[in-house]
């Protein structure tokens, strides 16, 4: 019977990238791996022998040139038990020739358990989570810097048992499942073998010991959710959208282990008068028609404060007048950006029997 074409085992194309390959390797395996039901063993073996064919840069470029993984005139090695390193389930001794890391995944999803022999989690203990909260702060806040409280509901430190997790001081002891190291041996037989994993002690939770005589509040974890109220420091210069990281204030640690961190997302409230591009603003300036023409000083409203700038004579509508140093501050930083205002000439909608004789006298000129 004619050998199939590898690409159309796998469903790919003959451009395939290499991460395409494996992606469609492992879902054919995982869908006709023997040991599932409605597995077929034959075709697991013809979707292997593909993928150890493309997967492997210089087998696939005489395959692609020749037909053959094996070069010209060679013959494409067939699924072979022998190429595997461990016990083959039908005998025989052999060697490892296959890729067992592309292979680790697929016995993860169908044994629950990685093919790799170490575990994939070490003895850590249960810190506490991070947290992550939205805080909205006034304009000017985030020009001058500001402190801010907050109350949020969070996991924190049994007041009982002052976080120790047991009724007496000194309670906890050496898991005796793991022996305190929090992982525990598992082995696994699979169709490839025998397979050695570590995972996460179920009776200490990775802690490497257990509590004796559980607080009856917090259960044993040390910890209970409560109401805290924190402050927030607000720096100067801060914008819309900045997260700020306060260290330690998350969840804490299940008995004393290191707390989470706190994450606030700021929001700036809109300032009518002012708009923030960056660290500079941007203003109107109403400016009358007279001072426009004749030149003079205009009364101008910053985030600092009221000040007095030159209008030039002859100033035109839209005219954009720079106030160096006006702007925000430079967020961690030295300095402040700049204030523009944008010149909106201001036509008198209604004049006086003196001024309409004045204007026409103008126009006359």
């Known amino acids: 019977m004619a050998k199939r074409d590898y690409y159309e085992v796998l469903g790919v194309a003959k451009s395939a990238t290499q991460d395409e390959i494996k992606k469609a390797f492992r879902k054919k395996a995982h869908e006709y791996h023997p040991d599932k039901g409605g597995g077929d063993e034959e075709k697991f073996k013809e979707i292997n022998e593909a993928y150890q064919a493309l997967s492997d840069a210089q087998k696939r470029a005489q395959y692609d040139q020749f037909g053959s993984a094996d070069g010209a005139g060679g013959q494409a090695g067939g699924f072979r038990w022998e190429d595997f390193g461990g016990a083959s389930p039908f005998g025989g001794g052999f060697r490892t020739n296959v890729n067992f890391e592309d292979l680790g995944d697929i016995f993860g999803d169908m044994f629950g358990f990685g093919g790799r022999t170490e575990g994939r989690r070490g003895h850590t203990s249960r810190a506490g989570r991070d947290l992550e909260i939205p805080a909205t702060v006034e304009f ?3 020009v001058r ?3 801010t409280r907050m109350t949020i509901e969070k996991l924190r430190t049994c007041e009982k048992c002052e976080g120790r997790g ?7 002891k050496t898991c005796p499942t793991c022996e305190g190291s929090g992982m525990v041996e598992q082995a696994q037989r699979t169709f490839f073998g025998t397979f050695a994993s570590r995972a996460v002690c179920p009776a200490c939770q990775g802690e490497g010991s257990v509590v004796k005589d559980p607080c009856k509040a917090c259960r044993g974890e040390g910890r209970v959710v409560a109401e805290e109220t924190i402050e927030i420091a607000v720096p100067a210069g801060v914008s819309d959208g900045t997260t700020l990281r306060m260290a330690g ?3 804490t640690g299940v008995r004393g282990s290191k707390a989470g961190d706190l994450f606030v997302t700021i929001s700036v409230k809109r300032d009518p008068r002012f708009v923030r591009k960056g660290d500079n603003i941007h203003t109107d300036a109403g400016v009358p028609l007279t001072l426009a023409v004749l030149g003079g000083t205009l009364r101008v409203e910053t985030v600092d404060g009221a000040v007095d700038t030159v209008i030039a004579a002859g100033t035109q509508p839209d005219t954009v007048v720079r106030l160096k140093g006006k702007g925000m501050p430079h967020l961690g930083g030295t ?3 700049d204030q523009y205002l944008t010149v909106k000439i201001k036509v008198p909608a209604h004049l006086s029997k003196k001024e309409k004789e004045l204007y026409e006298e103008l126009s006359r000129l």
Do not use: I, L, N
């Not at 047991?166 to 906890?172: I, L």
């Open 335 to 337: 300095g402040r950006g």
């Open 145 to 147: 810097g500001a402190r």
């Open 140 to 142: 000017m806040d985030a």
């Open 249 to 251: 204030k998350g969840e």
């Open 166 to 172: 047991s009724e007496k001081k000194g309670g906890a």
